[in-house]
């Protein structure tokens, strides 16, 4: 039953088009909530190539995933692993499978490729549009940190990296999001920059003293503070950032 006022989309899997000729066309309802992204990055100094790798996609008016992917070293050879797990678990998200399902199978695809020489800290958000409730999955990744209108809070897993241990299970996580909240995700060599024995705690309280400004800028501004601590990046350096809203 299509309740009056909504706004429906074509389902990415079905014609967009009507034609003459008899078909089936599937709708999907759109979601109360948007995401804005940010990505800032530098790689480890001397290297041309970031080992880190991250997407942002979004199922029309459904899910948003926020992806990134922490290739062991630095360097191509990083680079090119890292990316090849992030694309791997787009596409099987994309393809259907719930976040879990697909976390398990990039986990079995590292080892059948003998990947455990060269594990990989994946780290994946998913935004149900709808509810703006967010699922965090993580194999070995750093924190990921929500900034909401009471503070920062810190989401956190163990550090296990994918591929590293046959049968690892992923961490998943969830909270709700509200209008105007961020989710900002890391990569270890931002959080190991920042200074003291408590990078969280220097993260988080960073992010409260930070005024209002754009995804974009707000992850360039967190990368230009982690570095502000080191003479040079010593580790692929990269950070996300995605702010929801609730549509008018």
């Given at each position: ?45 001397g290297e041309r190539y970031s ?37 791997l678990t787009e596409g099987l ?74 049968g690892a299970e992923p961490v ?77």
């Open positions: 039953e299509v309740v009056p006022g909504t706004k429906w989309n074509p389902a990415r899997d079905s014609r967009s088009i009507i034609t003459r000729q008899p078909g089936t066309v599937r709708f999907e309802e759109e979601g109360e909530y948007q995401l804005l992204y940010g990505a800032a990055r530098v790689p480890r100094q080992g880190d790798n991250y997407t942002f996609c979004e199922s029309p008016g459904s899910q948003a995933m926020i992806s990134l992917c922490d290739g062991m070293g630095c360097g191509e050879q990083a680079g090119q692993e890292s990316r090849q797990v992030v694309e998200l994309e393809a259907g499978f719930g976040p879990r399902a697909a976390f398990k199978l990039v986990n079995t695809v590292l080892l059948l490729a003998g990947a455990e020489q060269h594990p990989a800290a994946l780290d994946v958000s998913c935004v149900d549009l709808y509810t703006g409730v967010l699922d965090v999955m993580k194999l070995g990744a750093a924190p990921t940190f929500v900034l909401g209108q009471e503070g920062a809070e810190v989401l956190e897993a163990g550090q296990v990296p994918a591929g590293i241990l046959n998943m996580l969830s909270r709700k999001l509200w209008d105007g909240d961020h989710v900002i995700m890391v990569t270890d060599g931002v959080l190991d920059a920042l200074p003291g024995e408590d990078k969280e705690q220097a993260m988080c309280q960073y992010l409260e003293s930070m005024e209002f400004m754009t995804p974009q800028e707000m992850a360039e501004q967190i990368l230009e503070f982690a570095l502000s601590f080191v003479p040079g990046a010593r580790d692929d350096m990269t950070v996300l950032t995605a702010a929801i809203w609730k549509k008018e």
